[in-house]
């Protein structure tokens, strides 16, 4: 997979300090005694608005620049008249067999004018079938209360309850969840918006998955200039980076049965009562009943410090830690939940190895290049924390006396052997013939141009790649100077419109958009470039394709068939490497290489072409131009009303949509 060079990002003053504020707090993180004093100070400064957007374009630098996302916006989420009138006409035919919404928002001293306006956003809402529930926390006054008093005799769809003491948000939120009756609760915070055809579009959804319990979409948030700003586009339910955030969020709806099952929220967990919430449904549901609609349906109020989470960030964290490690508990997890001080409400997950360490094989092809094969294995030999490990060196036809001298040497460690593999080159019947050879469980596949950064690297992918319900486990790759060359794949881009890797070019200490180059997350494939696959999963699937895959994308496939299995592909940062990508072959791109890998490419089109088209752990609102997750212009997904009219005539999913869990 051919690396993209880094984009261009604007200069100015604003950017400049910007880039002194990222550089001071690389320096910060280097340092753990510096976090809590620091992370004080900087929820100091976002109490102040310039404050606010200083620390947020530090901490999240991919956020998309206003001006950009609202001629975004312009062009692909705007509503014509001709989509309201068959948005309105598709309501009308599932107004029948549609669920009936409550919408809950807990009250606390509002904002009157913002809670005003997220009232009426519930009733502009093209789907009919709403309800809402709003419970008074005991705001102080009568202010409140009368509002929702008027709201409640306007409009018989309204139902208000006044509690007689403040008991927090989580409290809150069950009471109003108590006046409800509908078959799904959508949850709403009290100053934000949903757009007129979001419900409609969560009824759609449900209609066309009926077994669905959870439902979550796309989002975005209110500047304090009334601004739509820093879209979040979502992927599928992903189990792993829930750990780290509360990828579901906003808009959230749930089918009430299943809310009551769970108790609804618990208190004390305020702050993070949302995402506890949604890990014990999901716990309970499974990930089949869990759906995503990849459109920004939820328009989250940024007042400047005016939300609870806002203005107590540190509760939020340690609330948010205790609802992981709770879930982790639940589910038999041998991993811990702590709070990340130099990032926004995200958590880092520790993984530990979930049983006995087994023997792991590191299989290594190479020809020649004495001097990169030498640097890898000394990294595998003697810089690896892992007790029992073998080095599989597979000779394709090396001819250099370096190479032979190298071998010579090498053999005398009694964990090494040398496995002549002559031929001419082909990837996958290389590594599948090692994994016959190899005496361990847990099989790694490593290029010969991998260089080992720190110890612990095996450990973390074996922590991921031992666990039932995972089937591989990629690694951080890095350029040598410390950009990230893959961090993890995704489908559909790059060359052939196959697959790609993600973040390419990206900076050493650059968290991603929304933390993806810090959580460890599910991904459709990751490169075999670092690959750690147990072996009962590798010869469940069959090894990697010799016959039509021998050098190119052969470990996208394997990583599609394991996930045919229904296992987990993880892409995790904890194992950090250096790649010196393709530095021994040479480029895919170039000369009598480029014929073979359009041969390659066109059978991963003939193989996987519709999964390819739809990477769940991408998304449809995503450019496939290049994988740095910037929104594509226009989206490939249809909106419900724009389906072909048998859609809705036979009521079921359609093939395929379901995704991959």
């Known amino acids: 997979m051919a690396a993209d060079p880094p984009p261009h990002r604007p200069s100015g003053p604003a950017q400049a300090l910007r880039r002194l504020a990222a550089r001071a707090l690389g320096g910060v993180r280097a340092v753990p005694a510096l976090h809590r004093p620091v992370h004080a100070i900087a929820e100091r400064i976002a109490r102040h608005p310039a404050g606010a957007r200083l620390i947020r374009s530090v901490l999240e630098p991919h956020a998309l620049d206003p001006a950009a996302y609202a001629r975004w916006i312009a062009r692909c989420d705007t509503l014509s008249e001709v989509d309201l009138s068959a948005a309105r006409a598709l309501a009308g035919r599932l107004e029948a067999t549609g669920p009936l919404i409550s919408v809950v928002i807990p009250v606390f001293d509002p904002d009157l004018v913002h809670l005003s306006a997220a009232i009426a956003s519930v009733q502009r809402q093209i789907w009919p079938k709403w309800e809402l529930c709003l419970a008074d926390d005991a705001s102080p006054g009568e202010a409140t209360w009368g509002l929702l008093e008027a709201a409640a005799a306007g409009d018989s769809r309204i139902r208000i309850v006044r509690r007689a003491a403040n008991g927090h948000i989580s409290a809150a939120t069950n009471s109003a969840l108590n006046l409800a009756a509908g078959d799904f609760v959508a949850f709403m915070d009290q100053d934000d918006l949903i757009p007129p055809h979001a419900l409609l579009e969560v009824a759609a959804e449900l209609v066309r ?42 808009l959230t709806v749930i089918r009430r049965s299943r809310v009551v099952e769970a108790g609804g929220l618990r208190e004390g967990l305020e702050g993070a009562q949302d995402w506890d ?10 990930p089949a009943r869990i759906r995503h609609i990849p459109a920004v349906l939820y328009h989250w109020r940024q007042a400047g410090g005016g939300s609870f989470s806002e203005r107590a960030m540190a509760r939020c964290r340690a609330a948010a830690a205790r609802a992981v490690n709770d879930h982790l508990a639940a589910t038999g997890q041998a991993a811990t939940a702590r709070v990340l001080d130099d990032g926004p409400a995200w958590l880092e997950i520790a993984r530990g190895l979930p049983g006995p360490s087994p023997k792991a094989t590191v299989i290594v092809p190479t020809r020649d290049r004495a001097d990169l094969l ?3 294995a000394r990294g595998v030999l003697e810089g690896t924390d892992w007790p029992d490990l073998e080095l599989l060196i597979v000779d394709n036809d090396s001819a250099e006396p370096a190479t032979k001298a190298l071998f010579e040497r090498l053999a005398q460690d009694p964990r090494v052997r040398i496995l002549p593999a002559p031929g001419p080159f082909n990837y996958s019947a ?6 016959r050879e190899a005496k361990g469980d847990l099989l790694v596949f490593l290029n010969n141009d991998v260089e080992v950064r720190g110890p612990g690297w095996l450990k973390a992918l074996a922590a991921q790649a031992l666990r039932p319900e995972v089937g591989a486990a990629g690694a951080m790759l890095r350029f040598p100077d410390g950009r990230v060359q893959h961090a993890g794949v995704a489908l559909g881009i790059g060359a052939g419109r196959v697959a790609g890797a993600l973040g390419v070019g990206a900076g050493p200490r650059d968290p991603g958009p929304s933390n993806r180059l810090r959580a ?18 590798f010869n469940a699937v069959g090894g990697f394709d010799a016959e039509h895959l021998p050098v190119a994308f052969n470990d996208i496939d ?24 393709s530095a021994s072959r040479g480029s895919d791109l170039e000369g009598r290489n480029a014929a073979r890998f359009a041969r390659e490419a066109a059978w991963m089109r003939q193989r996987w072409g519709p999964v390819l088209d739809a990477d769940p752990f991408y998304g449809l609102n ?5 994988g740095d997750w910037r929104p594509a212009d226009p989206p490939r997904r249809l909106r419900p009303w724009a389906l072909p009219p048998e859609t809705w005539e036979a009521m079921v999913s359609i093939p395929g949509e379901e995704g991959r869990s």
């Open 209 to 250: 998955h009926p077994q669905a319990d959870l439902v979550y979409t796309d989002e975005d948030k209110i500047d304090r200039r009334g601004r739509r700003v820093e879209p979040h586009f979502k992927t599928n339910w992903d189990p792993e980076l829930m750990l780290s955030q509360n990828m579901a969020s906003h």
């Open 277 to 286: 919430l949604v890990l014990r449904v999901a716990r309970a549901a499974g």
């Open 374 to 376: 030498e640097a890898c």
């Open 430 to 435: 290389i590594n599948n013939a090692a994994v």
């Open 520 to 537: 460890a997350r599910c991904v459709s494939a990751a490169t075999a470039a670092c690959l750690a696959v147990r072996r009962e999963v």
């Open 558 to 581: 394997l990583c599609l068939r394991i996930g045919d299995l229904g296992l987990q592909v993880i892409w995790t940062p904890e194992a950090d490497l250096t790649h010196r990508e």
């Open 622 to 626: 995503l450019d496939l131009s290049g």
